[in-house]
């Protein structure tokens, strides 16, 4: 799917800001509202600064496009979505409910269509799973390293989407 959906994003859309700001960062410059300009806290940073050094690859090596390689990147983020939701529902549901939960994310429409452009939802989702795996548990004993861990992962979800402060709640 990546290697025939995958196009380069163009104007002053999501996407293409996410891989220029990426490009910025690698060359150590800070966000600016549309490139230029003052700078701007208006996209979130967490994305382009996983990117960063996946484009910089990219570069070095002559190979794949900025919104190829992103693209490369959204594979491996949504491959780990779909383990963790397996994982989750073993979890919660018991083990005959891991590969149909693993399956139904797998297959999800948006989940699939996301992975081919440099949006943050793709991710963003295994990110917050995560914090959901550290935070949620069968008994009430939850380890405080899980607590710890949970908490630094939050503040990397709020990095990629605003909502991630909603990880809290867990």
Known sequence: WVIVATRTPTGLRDPAEYLRI??????GDTLRFGGGGDPSAFWPPGYPALLTPFVWAARQTGGASHAFTASLVNVVAGTATIALAGILAQRWLGPRARNP?????ALCPGLVFWTSTPHTETAFTPVFLGIILLA?????????????????????????????VIGLAA
Not at 138 to 156: E, I, M, Q, S, T
């Open 22 to 27: 990426a490009v910025a960062f690698r060359h």
């Open 101 to 105: 939960a693993a399956w139904l994310v």
């Open 136 to 164: 949620g548990s069968r008994d009430r004993d939850v380890p405080v390293p899980n607590w710890a861990l949970a908490a630094l992962v939050v503040g990397l979800a709020v990095l990629f989407r605003a909502p991630g």
